[in-house]
């Protein structure tokens, strides 16, 4: 497990208790002696205004093919959270090397690193 790779997990709810099987993308590999991985919600769903920390990734293109997803999605960096490496249900693929960096860019800007 490593940044980039995309999984289905077990993802929290923000606003109601509960969780929900849905993408992630990797942002850490294991942490702790519990090991825990940050990872950054995936929906299928585009919101009508994209955010700065958000990015479209479309399955169709040759870019984005290796991630697996099934649908034109969006990556919402914004959408954090910490959890049980056990709620990594299945890998489903990776983004390649430049969406990587413009992820890191993404990242970068919104925590104002």
């Known amino acids: ?7 289905l997990a077990q ?3 923000g606003d109601v208790p509960g969780m929900k099987l849905r993408p992630v993308l990797l942002l850490t590999g294991l942490i702790g002696p519990v090991p825990e991985v940050l990872v950054a919600y995936i929906s299928s769903v585009t919101p009508q ?6 990015l479209t990734i479309d399955p169709s293109t040759s870019e984005f093919r290796s ?15 910490t959890i049980h490496f056990s709620s990594l249900t299945r890998y489903l693929g990776v983004i390649d ?6 992820v890191v ?5 919104l925590l104002a690193l």
């Open 105 to 109: 860019s993404k990242l970068r800007s």
């Open 67 to 81: 991630t697996n997803l099934k649908t034109v999605s969006t990556l919402r960096l914004h959408k954090l959270a």
């Open 97 to 102: 090397s430049s969406t990587s960096s413009i």
């Open 1 to 7: 497990m490593q940044f980039g790779e995309i999984f």
């Open 49 to 54: 205004h994209l955010l700065p920390s958000d």
């Open 11 to 13: 993802f929290p709810f």
